[in-house]
T-cell receptor, first 117, second 116 residues
Framework: GAGVSQSPSNKVTEKGKDVELRCDPI?????LYWYRQSLGQGLEFLIY????????KSGLPSDRFSAERTGGSVSTLTIQRTQQEDSAVYLC???????????????FGAGSRLTVL | AQSVSQHNHHVILSEAASLELGCNYS??????LFWYVQYPGQHLQLLLK??????LVKGIKGFEAEFIKSKFSFNLRKPSVQWSDTAEYFC??????????????FGTGTLLAVQP
């Protein structure tokens, strides 16, 4: 597609429920990133995909967080047993170049705003 | 720990004032440097980047940034701001390991409000 698409744009859930957030990157972009944006915290790296594999998942905050990417395209970020501290905007980005180049320019989606009550 | 620091969290300026937003990073070695901007209600988008060469880089909308290696800094500047520059500005850095993954590390952002 023309840009990075994320869904849902807004999600309100109850503590303890599982949520899935979807990212559809720009067609042909091999690299895909998930970040979390919290008030006053900037952007926190979560996980990076190159193709379908995740060479760097060091930013996932706990084992309640997982992500997968299939077909080298769509990615899903899953948060199990959500907690109030999971409330944030989850941003997906893609780039044509892999992260190893260091010259990767990221194109961001609009984000999924998650509110855990 | 690797970090990117933006010293100004909230800046308020009048139109036509000059802008300088500070950014410092804590890595040694080769780095790539970026400024991203998020206008109200819009996606994060790239403002400018530095990979190599002339340390003074120009971006969109009249913004520029200067890489000063000795100071580990990449400050963003604009000589005369406009109301439409109201946005949140993020500095970001990747450290070039060569072969390893280089995730983009962001600062905490600077919220700029330009008053007409």
């Amino acid at each position: 597609g023309a840009g990075v698409s994320q869904s849902p744009s807004n999600k309100v859930t109850e503590k303890g429920k599982d949520v899935e957030l979807r990212c559809d990157p720009i067609s042909g972009h091999t690299a895909l990133y998930w970040y979390r944006q919290s008030l006053g915290q900037g952007l926190e790296f979560l996980i990076y995909f190159q193709g379908n594999s995740a060479p760097d998942k060091s930013g996932l905050p706990s084992d309640r967080f997982s992500a997968e990417r299939t077909g080298g395209s769509v990615s899903t970020l899953t948060i199990q047993r959500t907690q109030q501290e999971d409330s944030a905007v989850y941003l997906c980005a893609s780039s044509a170049q892999g992260a190893a180049s260091g010259a990767n320019v990221l194109t961001f989606g609009a984000g999924s705003r998650l509110t855990v009550l | 720990a690797q970090s990117v620091s933006q010293h100004n969290h909230h800046v308020i300026l009048s139109e036509a004032a000059s802008l300088e937003l500070g950014c410092n990073y804590s890595y040694g070695g080769t780095v790539n440097l970026f400024w991203y901007v998020q206008y109200p209600g819009q996606h994060l988008q790239l403002l400018l980047k530095y990979f190599s060469g002339d340390p003074l880089v120009k971006g969109i909308k009249g913004f520029e940034a200067e890489f000063i290696k000795s100071k580990f800094s990449f400050n963003l500047r604009k000589p005369s701001v406009q109301w439409s520059d109201t946005a949140e500005y993020f500095c970001a850095v990747t450290r070039f390991y060569g072969g390893a993954t280089n995730k983009l590390i962001f600062g905490t952002g600077t919220l700029l409000a330009v008053q007409p």
